[in-house]
């Protein structure tokens, strides 16, 4: 079963990367493949380039996502079109 990294770039303390990590965490408990990966826009230098006015800034397996504000069901519906197993699917 293939895995998907969903990874949350934000720094502490910032209320929208709290609010979307919320978002994301919602999302993520439906899929048995998905994993969230929190990561410090500062651990890069190449993220701090990009991604300082943007945080915070979601990718899916490496590819950016959505930044700002994340929403629930367009993160769901890219999770699936990448490969995502929603949780009932296993019990089915």
């Not at 934000?10 to 990966?37: M, T, Y």
């Not at 899916?60 to 069901?73: L, T």
Request: glycine share 6%; with cysteine; aromatic share 6%.
């Amino acid at each position: 079963m293939k895995s998907i990294t969903v990874r949350l770039i934000g720094n502490p303390g910032c209320h929208l990367c709290d609010d979307a990590d919320l978002v994301i965490q919602g999302v993520v408990k439906n899929f048995s493949n998905v994993v969230l990966e929190h990561r410090n826009l500062h651990e890069k230098p190449e993220w701090e380039t990009e991604y300082s006015e943007k945080i915070p800034v979601v990718h899916i397996d490496d590819q950016e996502f959505a930044y700002w504000h994340v929403d629930a069901q367009a993160l769901a519906d890219a999770l699936v079109s990448s490969g995502g197993l929603p949780q009932a699917s296993e019990s089915e």
